[in-house]
């Protein structure tokens, strides 16, 4: 028996390849055979890459996580990710993100690398390292 001609509404049609087509497959009840064949004849790119990126978010690439801007937009961690690579942005480091102020540094070595990490908002191994790096030697026990 064969199966029923799926009816496309404009609906499913605007759908395609602005979501998985997993997704897709599951909201519609359908086979996948038939996403991936309806997409390809309207030359419509297979998600994530049918999304355009914002200025914006481009801008804020390799300064904030893939992760975290994926949330904040609610677009695909994977595309983010896609686009930086393509791009030549490196990905984002935890402590790209510190700003080394004198006062800051002045105290590397006077308090410890933990009390520097709690008085500005950092990890303790950050301090460390930065402390190591300009060779100041630790205060108390390392």
Partial sequence: M??????WTKRMLSDLGKFPDKYLVRK????PSSVFKKRNELGIPLFPKAIKLSPQIVKRLGKESDRSL????GVSYTRLQEERKRL???????QNRIVWTKKMLALLGKIT???LAIKFGMGEG???RK?????NPPIGRE
Avoid: C, H, Q, V
């Fill in 88 to 94: 030549g942005i490196p990905p984002f480091k935890e």
């Fill in 131 to 135: 402390r190591k790096r300009l060779n």
């Fill in 28 to 31: 519609w009840k359908i086979a």
């Fill in 126 to 128: 950050t301090a460390r």
């Fill in 70 to 73: 994926a949330k904040k937009y």
């Fill in 113 to 115: 690398d933990k009390e």
């Fill in 2 to 7: 064969p199966k029923p001609k799926i009816k």
